[in-house]
């Protein structure tokens, strides 16, 4: 037999320990815990139930509310708690995975054309507007293509002006555009009217106004009855539409090997003092159109090649060609 005093007793001893218990439920796991501790089929509460047989049958109403109230005091705090950890639960998990809708993005930035593809694709239009057609040709060339059907014999100290970079003893990296006048008249027949943009190579050391590598456009207007006169006025339209008011021509004489009369363009910005060569110029020599098989008694014609880089320092007032390929975003970004 229990007395129903030592049951009191030994109920308040466990609500005591609920009551410290509670203190210290701070996460689901613990609740568990504390589940099985008091709630449990062998908690303790279950265990206080298992003395009701001992107890007094004229005190087992008392003890049985008692056990009763007990158990639902325990059953209370476990609900309460529950509720409140699986909320708080629910929170940290909310926050761990919220995505911040106004961070800033990542940032791609966007290329666009080097100065000097837009210039040429300027220099292009302009031309393709006055009915020429833009050609092409390898940059890889041969000695045949850059010299001989140029009128510039082999061991001829003209070759020297287009020292380049030979790839063996008679293929180069082309120092001028002028070979694919060549090859489209020898494709061709008269009348042809052809621009020709592209990269060139010579054997120049870098300064201010030159380059190892560097990009004309040629030009080549073959056909009956034209004249140097009919080259000075494509000159000049031209540079009047790609510079506009205020820019000065003028032309000198020169030598070509594959032109006579040959030129020379110098151009020179509003206010400048100094003139900058931008092309060479001139009626094409007899002896190239033989070459290709025109005959120079029929057609007559004229070509010039310019350097894209100077068209683009004049325009711009860039004083030094080498930052057009110093990949330096500064200078890029500016155009
Ligand atoms: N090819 C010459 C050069 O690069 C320029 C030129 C082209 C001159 C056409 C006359 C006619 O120097």
């Known amino acids: 037999m ?10 308040s001893h466990v609500k005591e320990e609920l009551s410290a218990q509670t203190l210290r439920l701070e996460d689901l796991d613990s609740l568990e815990a504390f589940r099985i501790e008091f709630l449990g089929r062998k908690g303790k509460i279950a265990d206080l139930f298992k003395l009701m047989g001992q107890i007094d049958p004229a005190d087992k109403a008392t003890a049985g509310k008692l056990l009763n109230d007990l158990k639902r005091e325990a059953n209370e705090i476990f609900d309460i708690r529950k509720e409140k950890l699986s909320l708080s639960a629910l929170d940290a998990r909310i926050e761990s995975e919220r995505i911040d809708l106004t961070l800033p993005g990542v940032y791609h930035p966007l290329g666009h054309k080097h100065l000097l593809t837009q210039v040429q694709q300027e220099i292009e239009s302009i031309f393709l507007r006055m009915g020429f057609d833009v050609a092409t040709g390898p940059e890889i060339e041969d000695e045949y293509h850059n010299f001989e059907a140029l009128n510039i014999p082999a061991d ?21 555009t002028s070979p694919v006048q060549i090859r489209v008249m020898e494709q061709t027949d008269p009348p042809v009217r052809i621009i020709c943009p592209g990269r060139c190579y010579r054997r120049d050391t870098q300064d201010a106004t030159h380059s190892p590598v560097f990009h004309q456009v040629e030009l080549l207007w073959v056909e009956e ?9 494509v000159l000049e339209a031209f540079i009047h539409e790609f510079f506009g008011e205020g820019y000065e021509m ?8 594959f032109t006579e009369p040959s030129v020379q363009v110098h ?45 683009a320092m004049l325009r711009y007032g860039i004083d030094d060609i080498r930052v057009f390929f110093g990949n330096d975003l500064r200078f890029i970004t500016q155009f």
């Open 267 to 311: 151009m020179r910005a509003p206010g400048a003092e100094d003139w900058l060569e931008i092309m060479g110029a001139g009626m094409v020599d007899p002896a190239v159109l033989t070459n290709v098989g025109y005959d120079p008694d029929k057609v007559t014609g004229f070509a010039f090649g310019l350097g894209i880089e100077r068209m």
């Open 250 to 257: 003028r032309l000198s004489g020169d030598f070509f090997p």
């Open 156 to 176: 001829h100290p003209a070759r020297d002006d287009w020292d380049t970079f030979y790839i063996d003893d008679t293929t180069l990296l082309r120092p001028h």
């Open 2 to 11: 229990i007395e129903l005093t030592e049951l009191q007793e030994r109920i």
């Open 225 to 233: 009855g034209l004249s140097l006169a009919n080259l000075k006025y």
